[in-house]
């Protein structure tokens, strides 16, 4: 039961015999004390910095040793990694993804300090081409009547039975819109998946292997996901670019090929407050199999709201004005393969088919309860 675990006596003062049993860090990464025979109970200065791990020990992770004998995934994550992904707090949200970073980012003025020690000329000559070429991208959207007034209020105008097609997928660059993730990037899985174009050329092909075996690191309760999103448009100078025209229309439709599967469709918005950060508005995407296309048309009022992936009590509309992307995820706790062909994702103004403003009953929940 203790295996790979070590054992060690330590006497904090002549009086006491204290049994402290220590997990190796780069096997465990965890630490946990007993004691047998104590004289006194431990401070609260004490308690407090049990909670906190060494500096040196962060970037520790399991040894190859244990790797192999427990099958886990090879990248496991380090003790840091692990510590800022199983926070979680009630009051505030640290870190807006919780600590899966591919690359996570200095803060800025840290950054800063860090180059400019480094070579600081190169760093000014660097800083001053970046500013240049935003310029010119601020050149060209004024260019393309971006900033036209009577132009945006055009484009605002929409008459009943329009669409727009917001995401196509008939070539690579348009694949580079989007994001892949699954549980075996994080070494806390073993689904694999790849995100490509299909054989015909017309649509994106998202394919691979969905497992919901749980790593055996002691940590991990569940596994077998596979997402994509799309990345977040920007303007000139890194400006967020909010998606406010969707709320002129009422439906989302997609034209898939599916496996027979459930995935589901996530619509994220922006939130400026850290605990509204995991806020998303949440639909099934029901597939038929076979070798035909299927016409999916979605009435935005179905889409119901959820956090962290949990339904919430207090349920509304999903808020258009602030619509930041899209996300389909697959996690329907059946291993085995997937396939899912997806041509387009758009939008479609059909007020006449579908008037309801939310399609789901209100309870009556006191104030104070978190959720609105």
């Known amino acids: 039961m203790m295996s790979g675990c070590l054992l060690r006596r330590v006497n904090?003062?002549?009086?006491?015999?204290?049994?402290?049993?220590?997990?190796?860090?780069?096997?465990?990464?965890?630490?946990?004390?007993?004691?047998?025979?104590?004289?006194?109970?431990?401070?609260?200065?004490?308690?407090?910095?049990?909670?906190?791990?060494?500096?040196?020990?962060?970037?520790?992770?399991?040894?190859?040793?244990?790797?192999?004998?427990?099958?886990?995934?090879?990248?496991?994550?380090?003790?840091?990694?692990?510590?800022?992904?199983?926070?979680?707090?009630?009051?505030?949200?640290?870190?807006?993804?919780?600590?899966?970073?591919?690359?996570?980012?200095?803060?800025?003025?840290?950054?800063?300090?860090?180059?400019?020690?480094?070579?600081?000329?190169?760093?000014?000559?660097?800083?001053?081409?970046?500013?240049?070429?935003?310029?010119?991208?601020?050149?060209?959207?004024?260019?393309?009547?971006?900033?036209?007034?009577?132009?945006?209020?055009?484009?605002?105008?929409?008459?009943?039975?329009?669409?727009?097609k917001e995401w196509g997928f008939q070539s690579d660059l348009e694949l580079d819109q989007w994001v892949l993730t699954k549980d075996s990037d994080w070494g806390e899985g073993y689904s694999s998946a790849e995100l490509k174009m299909n054989s015909a050329g017309t649509a994106a092909l998202l394919t691979g292997d969905l497992s919901t075996r749980v790593p055996n690191d002691g940590r991990t309760d569940n596994a077998g996901y596979v997402n994509i999103a799309s990345i977040n448009k920007r303007r000139s100078f890194g400006r967020l670019i909010l998606l406010d025209h969707w709320d002129n229309y009422t439906h989302l439709t997609m034209n898939v090929r599916g496996d027979g599967r459930k995935y589901m469709i996530n619509l994220k918005v922006k939130r400026e407050f850290d605990i509204t950060w995991d806020d998303r508005w949440h639909y099934p995407l029901f597939t038929r199999g076979g070798p035909y296309w299927q016409y999916v048309k979605i009435p935005f009022s179905k889409f119901y709201f959820g956090h962290k992936g949990y339904i919430q009590d207090r349920q509304g509309r999903v808020p258009l004005k602030l619509m930041q992307g899209i996300s389909i995820t697959l996690k329907d706790r059946i291993s085995g393969p997937f396939q899912l062909e997806i041509k387009d994702i758009s939008l479609h103004n059909d007020s006449y088919g579908d008037d309801e403003h939310h399609a789901y009953e209100m309870y009556k929940v006191p104030d104070f309860w978190a959720g609105a």
């Open 12 to 164: 904090n003062n002549k009086k006491s015999n204290l049994l402290r049993i220590t997990i190796d860090a780069e096997t465990c990464a965890r630490t946990f004390q007993t004691s047998h025979v104590t004289s006194k109970k431990q401070s609260r200065l004490e308690v407090m910095k049990s909670k906190f791990i060494d500096a040196k020990d962060a970037n520790k992770r399991p040894s190859d040793l244990e790797v192999a004998k427990k099958s886990l995934p090879a990248n496991q994550p380090t003790l840091r990694e692990r510590v800022e992904r199983d926070r979680r707090h009630a009051f505030y949200q640290a870190d807006i993804k919780h600590g899966y970073w591919t690359k996570k980012p200095l803060p800025l003025l840290e950054q800063i300090k860090v180059e400019m020690k480094a070579n600081p000329k190169k760093t000014l000559q660097q800083s001053f081409q970046v500013v240049k070429k935003e310029v010119q991208k601020w050149k060209e959207e004024v260019d393309r009547g971006e900033y036209n007034y009577n132009e945006n209020i055009r484009k605002s105008i929409v008459l009943p039975g329009d669409r727009n």
